[in-house]
């Protein structure tokens, strides 16, 4: 017999700079079970292995404390369990710190760190990327492989008691399905119950994209008070079903609409989505409109889980320089296309990738499709990817020597460089991936001060 009869899981982020009010109000008014926040990309996790690299406590989410400041005080209030993939390229280091802001707070507070997903040294370069099918080895360095974890992982650390969970990488509805089927005991060989988990998660995980966010079109799509958009939540229940809503009076609108985009959002194939739990179906899901910010969620079904886990790997791949002016008033367009052509002529033996946008006419699909009007102001942009970071510099000092090297009037000019994270995808066999907990607690850091977040014992994970 399930444990609950319904569980109420909310979505407080939908990636790494997400807003916090939203999750503060779920926290607050949502009369939550579980509270998710979903902070990480592929690009998002290889960013932070370089802020590791450079700091060796770095590497988690650059806004932890400003999230954990203000959702641990509501969060024990209300009894309410927090999981999040927050932990990017460092969980233990996340978790030391999600601990040490309790002990600011005088919040007594137990923290499980999922850990695992750090593949890099296990890594076989001969193995084909999913983007290419060019060997992993082909591309640069590698600086981050991360296998994308699923239930099995997040299962032990729940099973902790802890009141928050930290995760690295791990698939984005395992984060929701994990609560699910730890409160209802549903077996991992179950795939119709697990899919149905799924889809929820996949709706859930992008937070503000569901009540309207990336919907929102003006006078076509229509969404009401967008600048204080609420954020939704689950009520789930044993069958895996479940109904969406979201903290009444808040912005925003959960519509059939707002649903089907967003269930259709990352989906290649509809009939087989993949993740490491399951493979769902969602051509087979029923959508049933409530009303007033209500929409169920019924019938997805699935397969088992597949064999292999989808690591993304980060590599270095150089540099990129930027450099923007802007020109105005009369016959602007014509002189932002004279110092396109300037720079072009001057940089592009030595940077044969250079990208020359006017921003407002052609920087988005590459051409103005015969339609060339002249605009009262343009901004010129220019890119290209350089191996050494001397190179790609190269971009904006000749763009900022526009000022005085003509065309006229040109103004505003700035200049970027970046190092460049590529990233590529392949598979792992599932049996070579090791998950594990850390427990971590405040008792610790007042048991022991001066070493707060102290490691407490290792769990082994069940991934197998």
Avoid at 429 to 436: A, K, L
Wanted: include cysteine; hydrophobic fraction near 40%; glycine fraction near 12%.
């Amino acid at each position: 017999m399930p444990r609950h009869k319904t569980i109420r899981i909310g979505c407080g982020a939908g990636f790494q700079g997400d807003r916090i009010d939203p999750a503060v109000m779920l926290a607050a008014q949502g009369r939550l079970d579980w509270l998710v926040l979903e902070c990480l990309a592929e690009r998002t996790v290889a960013t932070a292995q370089l802020r590791r690299l450079a700091d060796p406590d770095q590497g988690y989410d650059p806004l932890l404390r400003a999230r954990m400041t203000a959702l641990l005080p509501l969060l024990k209030r209300g009894r309410c369990r927090l999981i999040s993939n927050l932990g990017a390229a460092n969980p233990i280091g996340a978790g030391r710190k999600v601990v040490e802001i309790a002990a600011e707070l005088g919040l007594s507070l137990k923290v499980a760190v999922v850990t695992g997903d750090d593949v890099l040294d296990r890594l076989d370069r001969d193995t084909p990327t999913l983007e290419t099918g060019q060997p992993v080895r082909e591309f640069g360095p590698p600086i981050s492989a991360n296998a994308y974890l699923g239930v099995d992982a997040i299962l032990p650390a729940i099973a902790t008691g802890a009141d928050v969970i930290i995760t690295g990488r791990v698939a984005d509805p395992s984060l929701f399905l994990a609560p699910m089927i730890h409160a209802f005991g549903w077996p991992l060989d179950e795939p119709t119950l697990l899919a149905r988990g799924t889809v929820i998660g996949h709706l859930l995980e992008c937070a503000g994209q569901l009540t309207g966010g990336y919907f929102a079109d003006p006078g076509l799509k229509d969404v009401r008070d967008l600048a204080h958009l609420g954020f939704p939540f689950c009520d789930v229940g044993a069958d895996g079903n479940g109904t969406l809503g979201k903290v009444p009076g808040t912005g925003g609108m959960i519509t059939l609409r707002t649903v089907k985009e967003q269930l259709l959002y990352e989906v290649t194939d509809p009939t087989a989505y993949i993740t490491p739990d399951v493979v769902a179906d969602f051509s087979t899901v029923d959508l049933i409109d409530l009303g007033e910010d209500r929409i169920r969620v019924e019938n997805a079904d699935g397969l088992s889980r597949t064999g292999t886990l989808k690591v993304s790997v980060g590599y270095r791949a150089g540099f990129i320089g930027e450099g923007e002016i802007s020109y105005a008033g009369s016959n602007a367009r014509a002189r932002a296309e004279l110092a396109g052509a300037v720079l072009y002529e001057r940089l592009h033996h030595d940077l044969p990738d250079l990208r020359i946008d006017l921003i407002g006419v052609d920087a988005i699909h590459g051409s103005d499709f015969g339609h060339r009007s002249d605009p009262w102001e343009v901004r010129l942009r220019a890119a290209a990817s350089g191996g050494t970071r001397a190179l790609a510099e190269r971009v904006g000092l000749e763009v900022e020597a526009l000022y005085t090297n003509g065309p006229a009037a040109g103004g505003g000019a700035r200049k970027f460089i970046t190092e460049r994270i590529g990233i590529v995808s392949t598979l792992m066999p599932r049996d070579t991936v090791r998950s594990g907990v850390v427990r971590l607690s405040t008792d610790q850091v007042l048991a022991a001060p001066g070493a707060q977040g102290t490691v407490g014992p290792t769990m082994p994970g069940t991934v197998r």
